[in-house]
């Protein structure tokens, strides 16, 4: 009998792989031509200082609507990229794309991810370099945010890589920082202008004693090695206010704005001090 149970429970899970599975070939075909129909764009989500609530720059998110599928969400799809290699050239349009807008915007900086894929190709760096240059953005005012996952697969390489793209003046942000492997070791090892603090610990920060005393070490980490550190998915006053109180310098997350299209996410710049505001009115 219990034989027979487990085999129903195996053909049930076969049949849900199998789905799955096919699903992830479907969306691996369609996302070679998700450039070329136009279906790709990229949002912008507004970057502050904590105290002066000024902007300090813009991370571009990609949004990939399928023409049957609608909104397929980058958590989804950027692994399916990066297996395919469909990542490369979706990197080189997202880059390409974000420091256009960043040249036509003004003086603000552009943050853009890239994919482990990307950075362990020999020619990143020279793409990089190719594209600042067909685009007249200044190197100082672009950075790649980099997860330390992305990093893993050959260090020695991707170290090499980002010397490289560090030496065009680029800057070089850790992302979804606290969630990898071995933070202290690559924090040591690779050129970093800030630390983005990965948002669970954010989340954590009007309940949870530990997030508060984890949040303190990195920010003195920060301060001594001179790095920027950034509250990644800020979404209350209460964690705003601790992150101020604590010293945190830049915050990132709904709070201060959601990504959008280019032209509301400039316009959707409401200052923290309005909010304040406006809770204090509330
Ligand atoms: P990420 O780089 O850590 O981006 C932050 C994610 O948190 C974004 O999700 C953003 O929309 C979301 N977020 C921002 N503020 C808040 C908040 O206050 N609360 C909550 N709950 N979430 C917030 P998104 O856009 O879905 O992107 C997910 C991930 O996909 C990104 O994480 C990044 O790793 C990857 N990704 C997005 N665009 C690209 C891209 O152009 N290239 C590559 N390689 N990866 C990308
Ligand atoms: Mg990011
Ligand atoms: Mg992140
Ligand atoms: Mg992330």
Request: with cysteine; glycine share 8%.
């Amino acid at each position: 009998r219990a034989k027979n149970r487990s085999g129903v429970t195996a053909c049930f899970y076969r049949k849900e792989m199998d789905e799955a599975a096919r699903e992830r070939k479907s969306i691996r075909a369609d996302l070679q031509y998700a450039i070329a129909r136009g279906e790709l764009k990229l949002h912008y989500q507004v970057q502050t200082s904590a105290l002066t609530d000024e902007v300090t720059g813009y991370e571009a998110l990609l949004r990939w609507t399928h023409r049957t599928r609608g909104l397929i969400p980058p958590d989804i799809f950027i692994p399916i990229a990066e297996e395919s290699g469909a990542i490369v050239e979706i990197g080189d349009w997202v880059l390409r794309t974000a420091c256009k807008t960043a040249v036509q915007w003004g003086r603000d900086k552009i943050a853009v991810n890239v994919s482990g894929v990307q950075i362990a190709r020999a020619d990143f760096a020279e793409s990089v370099h190719s594209i600042l240059y067909e685009t007249g953005l200044p190197p100082n005012r672009l950075e790649l945010e980099i997860t330390e996952t992305a990093l893993i697969a050959d260090k020695v390489r991707a170290l090499h890589t980002i010397r490289q793209i560090h030496a065009l003046g680029v800057s070089i942000a850790i992302d979804d920082f606290g969630t990898g492997y071995s933070s202290m070791q690559t924090l040591r090892t690779f050129p970093f202008s800030k630390i983005k603090l990965d948002r669970s610990f954010t989340h954590g920060l009007d309940r949870e004693p530990a997030a508060k005393a984890i949040l303190h070490a990195v920010l003195a980490l920060g301060k001594s090695l001179g790095i920027t550190v950034l509250a990644e998915g800020v979404e209350t006053l209460a964690q705003l206010d601790i992150l101020r109180h604590e010293g945190c310098d830049e915050v990132q997350g709904y709070l201060l704005g959601r990504p959008e299209p280019r032209e509301s996410a400039l316009a959707a710049n409401i200052s923290v001090a309005q909010l304040s505001r406006l809770a204090g009115a509330a």
